[in-house]
């Protein structure tokens, strides 16, 4: 019989002591120290024994062998597909995080659906509703037909021995991991030691079964799936589903991904009819946008494989406080800092006395410094009152010396604009015949001062605000 010992298990990190503590010496939170009894067994869930035990030898293989992996398996749900780096491979573990509400029980079960009716054979366990309640959801997206197996259950030893009756599913969705409890742990569901061990004993049954399982998981108020971090080095890929409030799209986001590319993104559109796909995301994000305003620039970026366009707005506005505000929202706000000190370095922008609030549209976080060029662009423009020419694209990352460095995939993103009907690009000294074959008008600019000339030379003079007149 399995013996229990007590240990005390940061509940944020999962770092164990053998006594409590206020504060957690490996992550600094404090009061998150709990007890927990945990069962000491052996290996596979047989009891431990006292003393030495012999291991038990095993074939090796070389690397010459045949593959016997299956291909893999499309769900027929094209932008989680291209995240997943083309569909499902045999016995994967996928760790699927967002907020509540934002829709990632509403796309497993659309993904479950289509896999369903392919003629495979799909599993949806669910630990947080009844089956009455999944069925509802299926019954308002239109899919009660598709023969999907559901159930309602949090043991993890229970699911596995259902799920190793008959044909082996080919794809199990836990709906979530944080209701998950098995019992060779003592403690309660969501605990750290309950989330990892209930993890353990699926993630073994996929591996050894091939099954592709799809864990979902809750979230903390940073962001971060809640549980151990250990859960995440264990499975093969970790997807973020993201979304804002007042917008009415999802953007799938590859954080790890050990069979595909981690820099892929899928966009959804959160409809009464669930969630449709966004094959085409630049009509999507600049859809709406201000053609006479100043302060607004359009970036062509990249979203792995995928060139995507995307609105850069800017405000400048004088300053009543002795230290202005800098507000951005999705761009990195150092790197705002760093072309706000380019732009009074290197081609006289004095911004010291001006708030500067900074907006990429529709609320997509962009990563790459390519946007360097277009939010430069759209800062100079604000503060002249000069209205950049509404069919014009930039990209390009400046330097700290003021210089505009090329980026990569300029053809995929000159391609992209020409399709949306742009016919001007303004861009970094590339190589001319890459950017003749899209037929684009191409500005190539090698110093941001340029550029800054150009756009204040058509704009109108502004007050110097009472904050910099003493500069």
Not at 68 to 82: F, K, M, S, W
Not at 124 to 130: D, L, Q, R, T
Not at 390 to 406: I, K, Q
């Amino acid at each position: 019989m399995a013996r229990s010992t007590t240990t005390f298990v940061c509940q944020s990190c999962g770092a164990t002591y053998g006594r409590w503590q206020g504060k957690c010496e490996s992550c600094g939170a404090w009061n998150t120290i709990a007890e927990e009894n945990v069962a000491t067994t052996g290996v596979g869930g047989a009891p431990a024994k006292g003393g030495k035990t012999r291991g038990r030898a095993f074939a090796l293989a070389g690397l010459d062998g045949l593959n016997d992996q299956a291909p893999r398996t499309e769900t027929q749900v094209g932008e989680l597909d291209r995240v997943f780096g083309g569909g499902l491979v045999k016995g994967s573990v996928i760790l699927i995080g967002g907020d509540p509400g934002i829709g990632k029980s509403t796309l497993l079960i659309q993904a479950s659906a289509r896999l369903a009716r392919m003629g495979h054979r799909v599993v949806y366990i669910s630990g947080e509703e009844a089956v009455g309640q999944v069925r509802l959801r299926a019954d308002r997206l239109g899919l009660t037909a598709s023969p999907v197996e559901l159930a309602a259950e949090t043991n993890v030893e229970d699911i596995v021995a259902t799920l190793s009756e008959g044909i082996t599913p080919r794809l199990v969705v836990i709906d979530s991991i944080q209701t998950m409890w098995t019992d060779s742990v003592e403690s309660a569901p969501g605990t750290v030691s309950q989330v990892r061990s209930a993890a353990q004993v699926l993630i073994r049954y996929a591996k050894k079964s091939g099954a592709a399982v799809i864990l979902v998981g809750h979230v903390t108020k940073d962001g971060q799936i809640a549980g151990p971090r250990v859960v995440e080095h264990m499975v093969d890929a970790v997807m973020s589903f993201e979304g804002e409030g007042g917008h009415h799209f999802r953007i799938l986001r590859a954080v790890k991904n050990r069979f595909g590319p981690t820099d892929e993104i899928g966009v959804f559109e959160m409809t009464g009819k669930g969630l449709r796909e966004v094959p085409n995301p630049s009509e999507l994000f600049l859809a709406g946008r201000d053609l006479g305003a100043p302060g607004t620039a359009v970036f062509a970026g990249m979203e792995g494989t995928r060139p995507v366009l995307v609105e850069i707005q800017a405000l400048v506005a004088p300053s009543t406080l002795g230290t202005p505000r800098r507000a951005v929202v999705g761009w990195d706000p150092a790197r705002l800092s760093m072309v706000l000190a380019v732009l009074d370095a290197h081609c006289g922008v004095r911004l010291g006395g001006y708030d500067v609030y900074l907006n990429v549209a529709g609320g997509l976080r962009i990563a790459e410094p390519a946007a360097d060029l277009a939010v430069a662009a759209a800062l100079v423009s604000s503060l002249s009152g000069a209205v950049l020419p509404a069919d014009a694209v930039y990209f390009g990352e400046v330097s700290l010396s003021g210089a505009v460095r090329p980026v990569a995939q300029a053809a995929a993103r000159l391609k992209e604009a020409k399709k949306l009907g742009f016919a001007k690009a303004v861009v970094p000294e590339i190589a001319r015949g890459e950017m003749s074959e899209t037929g684009l008008s191409v500005q190539a600019v090698t110093g941001l001062s340029t550029l800054v000339a150009d756009i204040a030379a058509s704009g109108v003079a502004r007050e110097k605000p009472k904050a910099a007149a003493g500069e």
